[in-house]
């Protein structure tokens, strides 16, 4: 839809409040509207993987097929109810596959790898949940956001008491910080990729 405001630029002039103060630009009224619009579609900011890949191309080049194939398991299962577990997504990504012991455990840690790199290249929100039904699922209520939110918050500050035992004189926080690198804000026509994370795997 045309904007009479912008012209479809995404930025409108306004001008000064009181004579003699300057005119500015700022995001245009469409651009807020299509900006909720889009949260209220996409929940907490998930996409799926398939849209992802087509509108970033810098996750399609880190992302191996795998990945890929984990990543359209996990986001049919929509809610702690639907999890699935690694040995059943294994199971799933190559059945009719030996499973001994060794062999077992070496593909569920291929699924777990997947799904660090899901978390922290394409920013997919997988939740993993640790009461019954176990395994990936992807949340989809207030409730199930603020857990893992919680958990995983829980966890860094943990891993940044831990990390005050070997350098007591050390800032963990700023260091935490500059090694993240995340930026949501400064990207908003292309999508943001961060390839660290505070916690890449809960």
Request: overall charge positive; glycine content about 6%.
């Amino acid at each position: 839809m045309d904007c009479s405001l912008c012209g479809n630029t995404g930025w409108m002039r306004v001008e000064g409040q009181v004579t003699g103060d300057p005119a500015r630009v700022t995001r245009c009224v469409c651009r807020t509207r299509a900006k909720a619009a889009e949260a209220a579609k996409h929940p907490g900011g998930f996409r799926s993987i398939g849209e992802l890949l087509e509108r970033a191309p810098a996750v399609k080049a880190v992302i191996n097929a795998t990945d890929k194939r984990v990543a359209e398991i996990i986001e049919k299962c929509q809610g702690a109810a639907a999890a699935v577990t690694s040995g059943e997504i294994a199971g799933a990504l190559w059945p009719g596959t030996s499973m001994d012991p060794k062999q077992a455990e070496n593909l569920r840690r291929a699924v777990t790898e997947s799904v660090a790199r899901l978390r922290s290249l394409a920013r997919m929100p997988i939740a993993a949940s640790k009461l019954k039904p176990y395994g990936y699922f992807i949340p989809v209520d207030a409730r199930e956001w603020r857990e893992m939110y919680d958990r995983i918050n829980n966890e860094a500050v943990k891993l940044h008491d831990w990390a005050t035992l070997f350098n007591r004189n050390a800032d963990a926080v700023r260091a935490v910080e500059g090694q993240a690198g995340f930026n949501t804000e400064s990207t908003e026509s292309t999508e943001a990729v961060s390839v660290t994370s505070v916690v890449k795997a809960f």
